[in-house]
């Protein structure tokens, strides 16, 4: 009979300094596909499990510079090409006037961005992840630590690195169903 | 921690929590505690003041503008003062949510999320009023640039329509960082939850967030410059609606100091608003361990502040009113004095310049019914200064032959209390509904605080 595949294994830890340890001797160890789950974020963590950077910031970047261009651009368009129309005896690009709009623009530009490409960056919305099998991880919103090892990292073999994880005094190690 | 000084301050969780019982404690409010008749009752009034809103709104459809008490000169009375009203309380939660974010201060931790929701509500309500305002509501959409076939384009030089853009991406920036910060509380309201029904709403809700290292660190990055972007954002909302005054020559109104002052008065009227609503929650709730005295001792100190830079705004206006020497700034300032709505202004004084000093005193910061009652103070006081600004200035300006009284009708004040049944309708529903203090943020100040122990 074949066995059902398997997505990965997990490891429960008790403390964030545990979990924190724990991802240090994984990667060591050199494992490359490894995450951490935890009640909230742990510093230093990200790094641990080998996050380098994120493209948050430039997405976010992008998404100011297109509102403000977009802002004034809009404005300038419309008061200088599409209707010029004087005034109070201003010229048709008063570009002072059109300060706070452009300002505006450029701030729901960068917000919508950082929210939408966080999210993206993530894969949120995922309506289904196999980690969910295990029983325990509701725990992980609530006050327990868990590491995962991914079964596609190359030097995952399922009985060697469930001895490697129970080295690491986890408080239980397990199976995650694909 | 952020506090200096040799004292050790006050803690701001109550002792011996860990994460599992601030997470059972704030989640339970949600899922097990369910609908109590107090909840019952004090939504039933939102209702009924929501249900007055719909019908005032009904009928300055049928009839128009005129079922207000707003005539020339006065043209702006309660619609506008209650706007800037409303959108001022809004500004605290988002000061609260990002300013003090940036600046490290942990107190906001457990009063954020409430404070947000005032945000979202409170501009909600801020901005029924110019919509009604402008008298046929359902053209409001004149006020966006959208295609059409007269080639026309909005008055992009008026604050106005500034005020359009400022208060829309204001709402919808609120709602995205509010959002954002529920997502990992909404993960364990779903983790939480025992019937099928919320676990499934709470599901969806919570985009299958499952709190990996690698997202958790995207997640704060996008906090982090949200709450960058939103700093300077709040400080532009109410500058942009200060515009909508200075930028006109009315009396009184044609100041630089407008800006620093509203935006000043906004935080001011939003705090209040916050202990108004911090403190029967509080109580109500049994979160004297989560929102400790010391947050309320700080909320205070913050009101005594932003309500010394408001009186300095008073002072400014009425000295460059008299040393500036333009006839009409010096007689709206003699009218506001001593005019027929001197009491008013006399009333507002007390409010927001004497009554509060009363909190260089700590004893008074601790005493919770005293801060109650100064909350209700500011927040009167703080709408008696808009009505100040707004009416004085228009009902007497250049012409005498043009002057006249302005009083609100029965109308008005139904339309102003029955924004306050569309705030606590929302503001009920979230007690309700969703976590009302960040579980995610208090955990994290439980390690903070537990490794502070470790390390003295």
Same mark, same amino acid.
């Given at each position: 009979m074949k066995r059902r595949p398997i997505y990965g294994l997990m490891a429960e830890f008790e403390t964030p300094e545990q979990v924190l340890a724990a991802a240090h001797r994984t990667r060591a160890a050199g494992y490359r596909r490894i995450d951490a789950f935890t009640p909230f974020p742990v510093e230093g963590l990200a790094e641990a499990v080998g996050f380098e950077w994120t493209a948050v910031p430039i997405i976010v970047f992008g998404g100011g510079l297109l509102g403000g261009l977009t802002g004034f651009g809009m404005c300038f368009y419309a008061n200088v090409i599409s209707y010029p129309w004087v005034v109070g005896g201003? /010229? +048709? #690009?008063?570009?002072p006037m059109w300060i706070p709009i452009t300002f505006e623009l450029t701030i729901l530009g960068a917000a919508i961005a950082a929210v939408v490409g966080m999210l993206a960056l993530n894969g949120l +919305?995922? /309506?289904?992840? +196999?980690?969910? #099998?295990?029983? $325990?991880? $509701?725990?992980a919103s609530t006050d327990r630590f868990f590491l995962c090892i991914k079964a596609r990292d190359k030097k995952f073999a399922l009985e060697e690195t469930k001895t490697f994880l129970q080295d690491l005094r986890p408080h239980g190690v397990y199976e995650i169903e694909d | 921690m952020a506090s200096v000084g040799s004292h050790q301050p006050e803690p701001l969780i109550g002792p011996g929590h860990t994460f599992e019982t601030v997470t059972d404690k704030i989640s339970s409010i949600v899922l097990t505690r369910g609908t109590t008749p107090g909840w019952v009752f004090g939504f039933f009034i939102a209702f009924c003041l929501l249900m007055l809103l719909n019908l005032v709104i009904t009928l300055l459809m049928i009839k128009g503008v005129g079922i207000w008490g707003i005539k020339i000169p006065t043209a702006w009375g309660f619609a506008i003062v209650n706007f800037v009203w409303w959108i001022g309380i809004g500004h605290a939660g988002t000061l609260i949510s990002a300013i003090l974010l940036l600046l490290h201060q942990t107190w906001r931790t457990s009063i954020n999320r409430f404070a947000e929701a005032m945000t979202i509500f409170a501009v909600m309500c801020a901005g029924m009023f110019p919509l009604l305002h402008m008298g046929r509501p359902w053209l409001f959409y004149y006020l966006m640039p959208y295609p059409n076939p007269m080639w026309l384009w909005p008055q992009f030089r008026s604050p106005l329509v500034w005020d359009v853009f400022a208060v829309s991406t204001y709402f919808t920036v609120s709602v995205l960082f509010w959002f954002v910060g529920l997502i990992p509380d909404l993960a364990t309201l779903r983790d939480r939850a025992k019937n099928k029904a919320s676990q499934i709403i709470y599901g969806i809700l919570a985009l299958g967030w499952r709190g990996s290292a690698v997202h958790w660190s995207r997640y704060e990055m996008a906090s982090l410059l949200l709450a960058g972007l939103a700093t300077p954002l709040v400080l532009s909302v109410h500058t942009v609606v200060s515009f909508d005054f200075t930028i006109g020559i009315i009396p009184g109104w044609h100041s630089t100091i407008f800006p620093p002052y509203f935006v000043a008065g906004a935080i001011y009227s939003g705090f209040a608003m916050v202990l108004t609503l911090a403190i029967p929650i509080r109580r109500v709730y049994h979160l004297e361990d989560l929102v400790t005295e010391r947050h309320l001792d700080i909320m205070a100190k913050v009101m005594l502040a932003t309500g010394l830079i408001v009186t300095y705004g008073y002072i400014s206006e009425t000295f460059m009113a008299f040393y500036g020497g333009n006839e009409y700034e010096r007689y709206m300032m003699m009218n506001r004095l001593a005019g027929p709505y001197a009491h008013l202004y006399w009333l507002l004084i007390s409010c927001?310049?004497?009554?509060?000093?009363?909190?260089?005193s700590r004893r008074l910061r601790h005493s919770i019914p005293w801060l109650f009652f100064i909350s209700l103070v500011v927040n009167m006081g703080m709408w008696l200064e808009r009505f100040v600004i707004v009416v004085v200035s228009l009902h007497r300006d250049f012409l005498p032959s043009s002057w006249a009284m302005y009083y609100p009708t029965r109308w008005d004040w139904a339309t102003y209390l029955g924004t306050f049944g569309l705030f606590f309708f929302f503001f009920y529903l979230f007690l309700r509904?969703?976590?009302?203090?960040s579980i995610v943020e208090v955990r994290a100040l439980v390690h903070e605080t537990s490794e502070e122990q470790v390390h003295t």
């Open positions: 201003k /010229p +048709p #690009n008063s570009w +919305p995922t /309506p289904y992840h +196999p980690i969910f #099998n295990i029983e $325990r991880f $509701r725990l | 927001n310049l004497l009554i509060p000093q009363s909190l260089w509904f969703l976590p009302m203090i």
